[in-house]
């Protein structure tokens, strides 16, 4: 039997019990059961060995199962079968532990082509790390010096809360939307670097072809190659605390020069934000700004009014720490405590005294004064 | 004997009162107590699985926080694994190895007391962390650093917990191998022992090597967090991968202590049921030993994405695939059990028969998942929670499951109702399929585990398997409906119960009285097992 005519029969089975269960949107139903083909040759290649092994196991399961059924429905005693007494022997047990070896060895050769292709991190074009973060994703272009943090979009954000009474189905891309992609350009060897600040993360793109863990202290080295433009969207896939579910990566695939474009406007926005902290600010404007980098960065812990959750974050509402001295709010804020990460490497001066400000003129704080951008570009 | 039995009958006094279940030291009771304990934590752990379910029914957050999400997926393991498998397996063992064998009990039976009574302790620690500062554990139960160690109040109990349930299941497993090397009756060989016996042995040794390991890393998690070591952090020196591959040689070997005993008791099930002798008792025995010894040497494949040198994927990969060949002989050697028997299809044998198929699903999507490069896609994805399912619910519990409705006529002295147990297997089989075959599926297409909302392309797919729990954990109370039923009265049982059933347990009377086998019977080939 050929693998196609296999293949046939293996869809037809599927279609069928799918059919059992809901003779509509049968299309919808068929993109949510198999693995991606992807994009890069890895995945590829991943795929056909995904389907090669999926092939005999089934032709094996269909078999197993065939002479148990046979044997069901003939060695009953309802059918007058009369128990033979025979418990042994050496040529039938011979058989079956040569043959599974043999498949065995049939399975390991291209698992093991596979395996050392993918290993071959070497000779890439560009390098880019990936730090995950409770809960978001930090990316640096390493030979552009571009560096940006990335966490699920905020409509999302607003629908997952519990009780929120947004349906989902209204949002576009539900949990695998994020407020900045990371933009790749396509037909470059590309070498993808994890590591994690706080806890075991996992970097997964489906479309790439593997996940690889982010571990804090140690960076693995992985790469790929992607083939077409589009626009790829994964999860972690570690469990890494609360917000787990809600920490999405999105990957936009896009031509060399479509790619140099982005990595110029990059740097002058990256300039831009530089800038901000030389610059003296109104209290208006940083409570305005402080209030977006609150609700991107800090609600998911301390919450929407400061209140915190208890026994795991802090309440920021009336907070010893918030109403203390700033000097010694920007110094945690900067340098992370416990669970809080160092928001140093994550916020621009700019954005961690908008948010400072902000925090100190909300809910219950008293002491209402002003932290400028330039007063925590001092403290660095 | 029977004469030996009769002498027994007449001075039948049991211990009355609470004081017969605290303090005592009979196999029968300890056994009963374990079986007891194992069914109410499985419907424990069975509620949590249901919180889960409610929870994935439609995307969006219904019900509870995040944080409870992860301690629901996290407990859930914990009691379901240390709570219901494993000591509804060391209930069996207790119940029936003393009987199999031809001894009077145990051969130490206040170390059993012991070994029962500290579970609910542990397990009072453990499920109290609901009630501190920080909630309970929920970083799963694989108790991963640095993410478990941000745990609040409840770390030290989870950490206690442990090491009590290790002590309790190392007493448990040096009770059982001191009486099977000693306490055998006469012309009871090794090779005359009954295959769950065999079974047993090794789950025993496997727990002795186990379990220490365990206990040694969730010390450490103890020391790092208060005592300010750096074992598992890297800025001191240490690494958290350390701890993934120190649990997995532990938990590896876990999977094979929860499995053994469910295939000791399929191995007692279908030559009763298909009235003829198990087939290629040698080789069985061999197949378990293989299974147990490589179990130690494939431990990192449960961590292949976290960045292994390609020689050490290689080697985990080989590993790996070389236990397909001693499964696949027991598999096969059921199946040669089966053929050209007598069979009749009581509850016990449909039970055993489901594991033989579903358990072999299991089996085929663990093959997938052990050749490395393609695991790279399913780790951590709800492939691979449809694969440990598969193994655990329609294989292991399944087969517990079995040697219940199997020995229980043994037990009580009364038939339990063949209509209800049937019903109970098939309103099982069909719900735990509806429950766990979809989730290859949505595994397959992207969906990672342990998230308590997804992206709306899972939603059908997510409602059928949460409708598929929900039936499957409204057909366990059929169990306890059976179970209650039978003890209350019924058809009064034969000694044999089983037509095809061999072996010394089948010698006794049914219920058998309190103390057994106080003069130990004779073991010829006519009278063994197999």
Known sequence: MSVDKLKQIVLGVTTVSLFLMSGTALADYMNVLNLTEGVTPTSKMVYDLHMLILYIVTVIGILVFSVMCWSIYHHRKSKGAVAEQFHHSTAAEITWTVIPILILVLMAIPATKALVFMEQTGDAEMTIKVTGIQWKWKYDYLDEGISFVSTLSQDSNDARQVGSGIDPNTIENYLLDVDNRVVLPIKTKIRILTTAADVIHDWWVPALGWKRDAIPGFINDNWTYIEEPGIYRGN????????????????????????????????????????????????????????????????????????????????????????????????????????????????????????????????????????????????? | MSEAVLHDDHHDHKPTGIGRWLFSTNHKDIGTMYLVFALIMFFVGGAMSMVIRAELFQPGM????????????????????????????????????????????????????????????????????????????????????????????????????????????????????????????????????PLFVWAWIITAFLLIAAMPVLAGGVTMLLTDKFFGTAFFDAAGGGDPVMFQHIFWFFGHPEVYILVLPAFGVISQIIPTFARKPLFGYTSMVYATASIAFLSFFVWAHHMFTVGMPLTGELFFMYATMSIA?????????????????????????????????????????????????????????????????????????????????????????????????????WSSTISVNILFFPMHFIGLAGMPRRIPDYSVQFADWNAIISLGGFAFGLSQLILVWVVIKCVRGGEKATDQVWEGAHGLEWTLPSPPPFHTFTTPPEVTDATAHS
Request: net charge negative; hydrophobic share 50%.
């Open chain 2, 325 to 425: 060949v001693p499964t696949g002989v027991k598999i096969f050697n059921w199946m040669a059990t089966m053929w050209k028997g007598s069979m009749t299809f009581e509850t016990p044998m449909l039970f055993a028969i489901g594991v033989l198929f579903m358990f072999s699903l299991g089996g085929f999507s663990g093959l997938m998942m052990g050749i490395t490069p393609v695991d790279f896609q399913y780790h951590d994805t709800y492939f691979i929670v449809a694969h440990f399912h598969y193994v655990i619910v329609p294989g292991i519990i399944f087969g517990l499951m079995g040697g219940i409705y199997f020995w229980l006529p043994k037990w009580t002295g009364n038939m339990y109702d063949e209509k209800l147990g049937k019903l109970h297997f």
């Open chain 2, 62 to 193: 219904q019900y509870v926080d995040p944080q409870f999400y992860n301690s629901m997926v996290t407990v859930h393991a914990l009691v379901m694994i240390f709570g219901a498998l494993m000591p509804a397996g060391v209930g069996l063992a207790n119940w029936m190895i003393p009987m199999m064998i031809g001894a009077p009990d145990m051969a130490l039976p206040r170390m059993n007391n012991m070994s029962f009574w500290i579970l609910p302790f542990a397990f009072t620690l453990l499920l109290s962390t609901f009630f501190m500062q920080g909630g309970a554990p929920a970083g799963g139960w694989t108790m991963y650093p640095p993410l478990v160690l941000q745990l609040g109040d409840g770390l030290p109990y989870l950490v206690f917990a442990v090491h009590f349930l290790g002590v309790s299941s190392i007493m448990g497993a040096i009770n059982i191998i001191a009486t099977v090397f000693n306490m055998r009756a006469p012309g009871m060989t090794f090779m005359r022992l």
């Open chain 1, 236 to 380: 972690c896939a570690e469990l890494c605390g609360r917000d787990h579910g809600f920490m999405p990566i999105v990957v936009e695939a896009v031509s060399k020069d479509e790619y140099a474009v982005w990595v110029e406007e990059q740097k002058s926005m990256q300039l831009a934000a530089a800038a901000g902290a030389d610059k003296e600010w109104t209290k208006e404007e940083l409570l305005a700004k402080g209030a977006e980098v609150y609700t991107t960065n800090c609600a998911v812990c301390h919450m929407a009014e400061g209140q915190g959750m208890e026994g795991l974050f802090p309440a920021l509402d009336s907070s010893a720490i918030v109403n203390g001295p700033a000097s010694e709010m920007i110094m945690q804020v900067l340098n992370g405590k416990n669970m809080m990460p160092a928001w140093k490497d994550l916020l621009n001066d700019t954005d961690i005294g908008a948010v400072v400000t902000f925090a100190r003129n909300s809910w219950g704080n008293t002491v209402k004064d002003v932290v400028q951008p330039s007063d925590v570009k001092a403290m660095r």
